[in-house]
């Protein structure tokens, strides 16, 4: 296989996978088998989405590379599964100082450890870079649940999170248009007694317009008893 078109971070990643293959040969370790892919899902969402895309999760960020196409390459060469888990677990755990030309930002290292970071390295290796994989189906409770639970109370969800307000009692009379603002554009109203900034602002581009629609209407059925 000729690595002609291959970018020059892969190339970087294989020389390192290498490494990495050869002691996983060495420990007998297959993280695949042994793994929690859902789980690893939802952890790359909740700790990796913000910085990158990854269709299969429905991330979409640039502020790190799109992990798709860092994997396309590879992928289509013939590189296997367990060397990207490999990789993967390498870049979490030792990230590899940007390249100021590319990002400013430097990937924390260790967002996630042990079986952690296992269960979110086999996820990605399955997923990033296939062909033809599909965005996930977008579940409206499921997404609430994960994303923004943590730090909102919303009973029919079995959140309890208290950074922001409790939507079960700011939400009932406002319209579909207010919740859908304040989810897009967090600082353009302050709820008294909360501060600005600390609600992600990246929202209105995380979601389709048909994702932030399903979204708003769940909550707003969730405070109106379903109505
Ligand atoms: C704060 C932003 C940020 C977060 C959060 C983050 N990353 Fe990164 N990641 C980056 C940046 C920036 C790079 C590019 C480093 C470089 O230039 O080599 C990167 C590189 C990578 C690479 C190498 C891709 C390539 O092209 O070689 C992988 C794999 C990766 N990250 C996986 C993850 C996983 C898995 C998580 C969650 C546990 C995660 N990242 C969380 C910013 C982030
Ligand atoms: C890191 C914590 C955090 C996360 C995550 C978060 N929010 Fe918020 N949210 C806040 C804070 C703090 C406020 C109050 C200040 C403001 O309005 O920006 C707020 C305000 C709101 C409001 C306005 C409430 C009112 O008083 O009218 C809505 C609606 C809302 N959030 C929905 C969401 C939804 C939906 C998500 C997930 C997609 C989400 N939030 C994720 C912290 C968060």
Redesign the pocket.
Known sequence: MTSKAR?R??K??LSAAVTLAALAALTGCDLQETSDLDNGQQ??TQ??????TLTAAGTS?A?????D???QEARKSGMDQDTFEG??QG??EH?????PQ??A????AN??EGSE?ED??AY?ASV?GVPGIQAPEFIPDQFFATTCGGCHTLSTAGTTGSVGPNLDDVLPGQTAAQVSESITDPNAQIEGGFSSGVMPQTYGDQLTPAQLNQLVNYLLQSVNGGK
């Open positions: 970018p971070k892969i970087l990643l952890l790359f700790k990796c989405g913000s910085c990158h960020s502020v790190g590379p799109n992990l196409l860092a994997f990789v993967i870049q979490i990230p590899r100082p940007a390249d590319d990002t930002v430097y990937m924390p967002l996630v970071a979110v390295s990605v990033a």
